[in-house]
Structures are given as structure tokens and as C-alpha cells.
């Protein structure tokens, strides 16, 4: 489990792993709380927390501060 | 009736495919392939950036190679500059911006579409074809497009779907392009709104609990990469506007769920709409050069894949402009304008709305009296692109080329007074413009920068320089041109 870059929770799992031969050379990440996505060779300002915008991050404790697209029936 | 040369129906059949537009662009030199390695970031969005400054002459750029993604190819930039479009469209490179406009807007017709089908077996859209173990991640070269976007976006997917209400009816079948987000190895969600043909395919599958499966076609015939950005009505197909403006044939086929697609298209991905689920999406660096926040979006998942061999993914940069999005969708944002406004008020000469989806707009107008240029953007403001998008708009004389910025701010300079501008406040606007203060609403603001006419007062004692133009002038300018050349060997 690895810290999400956006959301802090914990419970982000590796997605995807691009290879050179049989070298890894970076790996894709999820966060299924905020559902960010980041490869690990990507510059600080998309996947270092202290170095990311504050506007940026996200409490994914408040779902409902986030507008919905298209309403859900009911 | 499409009104397009016969050079141009030449070079249409030619170009069936992005392959063969690619190829087309490469013996014009506007496509090359990147020579050096490339991380996905930051690299490619930076040689998109640097490649979209130039939106005269910028070249398409294929990426084939890749950091971690050996074998893969992306390409960008497509549509990303006017020389590009003009080569699609059948002129030379460095054809002016206002007479490729003219040229659409001659071509503005569905009148006898070319559409043949071609069977499933025999379509190179399924030469290899996945049925499970799906992996966009491993499928395609993905990659941030701007720094803070919320994932890794397709965007620019023409996206297929049908009235879940009336689903024989080929007309209402939309293709859209809508930016995707993937989520996971075989789910994403996709940005539409209920206002968008697909937004409200979505809500009557969900309101009648009926399923909604699309099609997301990636590298497509460069026409309906234009054409599915296009305002269309609701029953008109963008198929039929793409292969009636191109006044060639576009090769259709079936989904493996059933969908009209290109036969000739690079990649299929078929999924189906997941009732009643939202996931956090965003934000993405939008068109207006912000980035439209964190939302609540609906989610697919895959059911099957289908790729040409060795296929190309096809993508775009997008963000603060200029940038591919802007050419891709400036003229066809301006036709359907244009095209409202002549019918009621034929004195429109031509319509610019290629800044930023059309938040800016200029007009030239023969004027007939005084306040007559206010009406007509009044006019303006009412089509369907203007109720929202049309914030800001200059009206210009017919002696004034909108196209030509040079001439748009001589306007503004000596034709304009305080009283042209006129401010309509708290109306509806986009969702996503910057400036707004409560996203949705906003103003219009008409600067009508139009020669005062009687009843006006015109003021002093005035004649404007009579400016030498015409074809003398035109040649003239093409031997300065050559001399120039010849002075720099």
C-alpha cells in the first residue's frame, strides 16, 4: 500500500508497470479513494504532496463537495 | 450543395484514414517523427507545447519512442495548425485563415454522404481483437497531458452511442468527442453533460433502466475528428456531415456491440454504462487554459477491444492556448454561426470564432445604419454556440477581415466609443470559464467597433485612407516573398 499524492490515504496499489527489456522503469499507481493516478517517474509538482498545489488535493471525506455530472435517479 | 473544388475531392480520396492523412502531411513536411526517447512526462506535453505555438504551419508528431512503452506509437498535432487543415481540405500550405473558412462554409452539407459499410471480418479496425483480460494501461502510450490533471486522458476520442429510445435510427446515433479518464485496467468514466447528445443518451438509459453501450473510436479519419466537435442537430449524423464536407467516402463497419464505427479507424473500445455509479474525476486542463475542478462523472466498463495491427494512438495537447483544440474546432465552430446569422441578416460577411471556443467572437458586417452591427450580435447571441459561449463579441466592418487581427485592433482603434459597448450581464455562460463568479453565468459584451453612420453624429471632417488591395496587390506580395528568398541564399 503507498500514500496517494492527493489525498493522503493509504491504499493506493501499483496498476501498471512499463518495462525496457526485462527492467521496470516506472510504475503506475491508483488511489481508489480519489481515484489520482501517477506514475512514479513524473515531476514533483504532479506526485510529491509537499511540492503539489493545496487547491489540488482532495478530502474524499466530503463527497459531496464535488458536483455531480449528470444526476443519479433515484 | 457542397460547393468544393474538384482538387479538393481529389485529395478526399485520397484520404481515407489517419494513416493515409499522416502520409499526406509527411510529403507536405507537416508530420514527423520524434527522434529521441521521451518520457511520457513531462516530455510529450512539452513537445506538444513547443510544436502548438505555431499554429500556422506546426507539424503532427509521432512518438514511437517511448519510455516503458517499447513498441507503442502516439501521435499528436494532427489538426494542430492551419496548414494542417488546409492540407486536408485541398489548398496549399499558408492558405489564409478566412478563405479556408470560406471554404467550409461552402461545404456545409450532408447532401449525398458517401458512407459504404464494410463487413466486420473484412474491417482493418479488427485485425487483432481482444475479447477479456483488458488493459488500457498496457494498451496505450498514456500519458499526463497537464501537470495537476486528475489521471492520464484520452482526449480525443470520438465517441459513438445510441438513443436508448430509438436506437435503428442512424441520425440520432451521436459521435462526440468527450475527454476519458481511465480509472482502471478496464473501466473509465467519460465528461459529458446533459446538454451534450450523449449526456442525454446517458440519463434515458439510466431513467428507463435500459443498457447503454458505446463505442470509443481512437485514430480516426481526420474529417471526423473535426466534424464530431461540430454542433450538429440532434438527428443529424456526424457521419454524414464528415463524408458530405469531404464529398468522399468514409468506410463504416460494425462494433462488436453493435455500433456504426470507421472501419478504418486505429482502435475500438466498446463498453457499456454503469447505472447509478460516479467516480471522483478530474480536474483536466481545459479549453478555456484552467483546469475544470474535481466532479462526480459517470463510469464504463469494458467489453471488448479491437485494434489495427501496430495501431496509433492518437491524442492531443490541450490547455492554455494556442493549442491543438483550437484549430481542430475553430472553424467549425464559426460556420454553424455564420450560417444562422446569413440567412436572417445576408450583410454578415464572415464570422470568427476561434478563439477559446468562440468566448471571443468577431464579426464583419456590411453595416445599413447606425446601431444595425448591435443587432446582429444580438442575433449572434441567440444561436445555439452564441447562448453560452459567444462572451465576448466584436462586430467589424465588411472592410475589415476578423481573421486578421491586425485589422480587428485597427477597428477597435479608430471606430470604437464608449457607447458601442454594451454589457448584458447575469446570463447564462459556460461552466468552466475562469472569470466567471458563479459557474454557469457571466455577461456578454458587444464592442461594436463599426463605422458610425446616420443617424449618428460621424464627427469631424473624416475619409478613410483608401488601402490598395486585389489580386495586383496579392501577386505583388508573393514576388516580394520570392525576391526575399532568392536575398537569403
Given at each position: 500500500?503507498?500514500?496517494?499524492?492527493?489525498?493522503?490515504?493509504?491504499?493506493?496499489?501499483?496498476?501498471?508497470?512499463?518495462?525496457?527489456?526485462?527492467?521496470?522503469?516506472?510504475?503506475?499507481?491508483?488511489?481508489?479513494?480519489?481515484?489520482?493516478?501517477?506514475?512514479?517517474?513524473e515531476p514533483e509538482e504532479s506526485i510529491n504532496p509537499a511540492k503539489r498545489k493545496a487547491v489540488f488535493q482532495m478530502d474524499t471525506s466530503n463527497p459531496d463537495k464535488y458536483q455531480l455530472v449528470l444526476p443519479v435517479r433515484e | 450543395m457542397n460547393k468544393q473544388s474538384e482538387l479538393s475531392i481529389e485529395v478526399a480520396k485520397k484520404v481515407g484514414s489517419l494513416r493515409d492523412f499522416l502520409e499526406l502531411l509527411e510529403s507536405k513536411g507537416q508530420f514527423i517523427t520524434w527522434p529521441d526517447e521521451v518520457l511520457p512526462e513531462p516530455d510529450i506535453r512539452n513537445i506538444l507545447v513547443a510544436a502548438g505555438d505555431d499554429d500556422k504551419n506546426g507539424p503532427a508528431i509521432l512518438f514511437d519512442k517511448i519510455k516503458g512503452y517499447p513498441g507503442k506509437r502516439m501521435v499528436a498535432g494532427v489538426h494542430g495548425s492551419f496548414s494542417n487543415i488546409a492540407t486536408l481540405l485541398g489548398y496549399p500550405l499558408g492558405t489564409p485563415i478566412r478563405d479556408l473558412f470560406y471554404d467550409i462554409v461552402g461545404r456545409w452539407t450532408t447532401e449525398e454522404p458517401q458512407l459504404p459499410f464494410i463487413e466486420p471480418d473484412k474491417a482493418a479496425i479488427h485485425e487483432v481483437r481482444i475479447e477479456e483480460n483488458f488493459n488500457l494501461f498496457e494498451l496505450l502510450p498514456l500519458y499526463r497531458i497537464n501537470a495537476m490533471d486528475g489521471g492520464f486522458y484520452i482526449g480525443k476520442a470520438n465517441v459513438v452511442s445510441r438513443d436508448p429510445n430509438d436506437p435503428d435510427n442512424?441520425?440520432?446515433?451521436?459521435?462526440?468527442?468527450?475527454?476519458?479518464?481511465?480509472?482502471?485496467?478496464?473501466?473509465?468514466?467519460?465528461?459529458?453533460?446533459?446538454?451534450?447528445?450523449?449526456?442525454?443518451?446517458?440519463?434515458?438509459?439510466?431513467?428507463?433502466?435500459?443498457?447503454?453501450?458505446?463505442?470509443?473510436?481512437?485514430?480516426?479519419?481526420?474529417?471526423?475528428?473535426?466534424?464530431?466537435?461540430?454542433?450538429?442537430?440532434?438527428?443529424?449524423?456526424?457521419?454524414?456531415?464528415?463524408?458530405?464536407?469531404?464529398?468522399?467516402?468514409?468506410?463504416?463497419?460494425?462494433?462488436?456491440?453493435?455500433?456504426?464505427?470507421?472501419?478504418?479507424?486505429?482502435?475500438?473500445?466498446?463498453?457499456?454504462?454503469?447505472?447509478?455509479?460516479?467516480?471522483?474525476?478530474?480536474?483536466?486542463?481545459?479549453?478555456?487554459?484552467?483546469?475544470?475542478?474535481?466532479?462526480?462523472?459517470?463510469?464504463?466498463?469494458?467489453?471488448?477491444?479491437?485494434?489495427?495491427?501496430?495501431?496509433?494512438?492518437?491524442?492531443?495537447?490541450?490547455?492554455?492556448g494556442w493549442t491543438e483544440h483550437d484549430t481542430l474546432i475553430g472553424l467549425n465552430t464559426s460556420a454553424p454561426i455564420y450560417a444562422v446569422l446569413k440567412k436572417e441578416f445576408p450583410e454578415v460577411e464572415a464570422v470568427n470564432a476561434l478563439y477559446q471556443h468562440g468566448l471571443t467572437g468577431i464579426i464583419s458586417v456590411k453595416n445599413r445604419f447606425a446601431g444595425?452591427?448591435?443587432?446582429?450580435?444580438?442575433?449572434?447571441?441567440?444561436?445555439?454556440?452564441?447562448?453560452?459561449?459567444?462572451?465576448?463579441?466584436?462586430?467589424?466592418?465588411?472592410?475589415?477581415?476578423?481573421?486578421?487581427?491586425?485589422?480587428?485592433?485597427?477597428?477597435?482603434?479608430?471606430?470604437?466609443?464608449?457607447?458601442?459597448?454594451?454589457?448584458?450581464?447575469?446570463?447564462?455562460?459556460?461552466?468552466?470559464?475562469?472569470?466567471?463568479?458563479?459557474?454557469?453565468?457571466?455577461?456578454?459584451?458587444?464592442?461594436?467597433?463599426?463605422?458610425?453612420?446616420?443617424?449618428?453624429?460621424?464627427?469631424?471632417?473624416?475619409?478613410?485612407?483608401?488601402?490598395?488591395?486585389?489580386?495586383?496587390?496579392?501577386?505583388?506580395?508573393?514576388?516580394?516573398?520570392?525576391?526575399?528568398?532568392?536575398?537569403?541564399?
Open positions: 500500500m503507498t500514500a496517494c499524492p492527493r489525498c493522503s490515504n493509504t491504499n493506493a496499489t501499483a496498476l501498471h508497470e512499463g518495462k525496457e527489456g526485462a527492467t521496470v522503469v516506472w510504475t503506475i499507481f491508483n488511489c481508489p479513494d480519489c481515484h489520482y493516478h501517477w506514475r512514479d517517474s | 442512424f441520425g440520432k446515433q451521436n459521435v462526440g468527442i468527450y475527454r476519458i479518464q481511465p480509472h482502471g485496467p478496464d473501466t473509465f468514466t467519460l465528461m459529458s453533460v446533459p446538454v451534450h447528445d450523449m449526456g442525454r443518451h446517458m440519463l434515458a438509459a439510466e431513467m428507463d433502466d435500459v443498457p447503454l453501450k458505446i463505442a470509443v473510436m481512437l485514430g480516426n479519419h481526420p474529417a471526423m475528428a473535426m466534424f464530431a466537435a461540430t454542433p450538429v442537430g440532434y438527428d443529424e449524423s456526424e457521419y454524414a456531415y464528415a463524408a458530405g464536407m469531404m464529398g468522399a467516402p468514409i468506410a463504416l463497419t460494425k462494433s462488436g456491440n453493435g455500433l456504426d464505427i470507421q472501419a478504418d479507424g486505429e482502435m475500438v473500445i466498446e463498453a457499456e454504462y454503469v447505472h447509478g455509479e460516479r467516480q471522483y474525476e478530474g480536474p483536466f486542463g481545459e479549453f478555456p487554459g484552467s483546469y475544470s475542478g474535481v466532479r462526480r462523472a459517470p463510469v464504463f466498463k469494458i467489453t471488448g477491444i479491437s485494434h489495427r495491427k501496430d495501431p496509433i494512438f492518437e491524442n492531443i495537447y490541450i490547455g492554455k444595425f452591427a448591435k443587432s446582429v450580435a444580438l442575433r449572434a447571441l441567440s444561436t445555439p454556440h452564441g447562448l453560452i459561449y459567444l462572451k465576448n463579441l466584436i462586430m467589424v466592418d465588411a472592410d475589415v477581415d476578423p481573421f486578421d487581427l491586425n485589422q480587428v485592433m485597427w477597428a477597435l482603434s479608430v471606430r470604437t466609443r464608449a457607447n458601442d459597448i454594451q454589457v448584458l450581464d447575469n446570463m447564462a455562460g459556460i461552466m468552466i470559464d475562469p472569470s466567471a463568479v458563479i459557474p454557469g453565468k457571466g455577461h456578454h459584451l458587444i464592442i461594436d467597433a463599426t463605422t458610425h453612420m446616420a443617424p449618428d453624429p460621424i464627427g469631424g471632417d473624416v475619409e478613410i485612407v483608401r488601402r490598395p488591395a486585389g489580386r495586383e496587390i496579392d501577386e505583388m506580395a508573393q514576388l516580394i516573398k520570392s525576391m526575399q528568398k532568392e536575398a537569403r541564399k
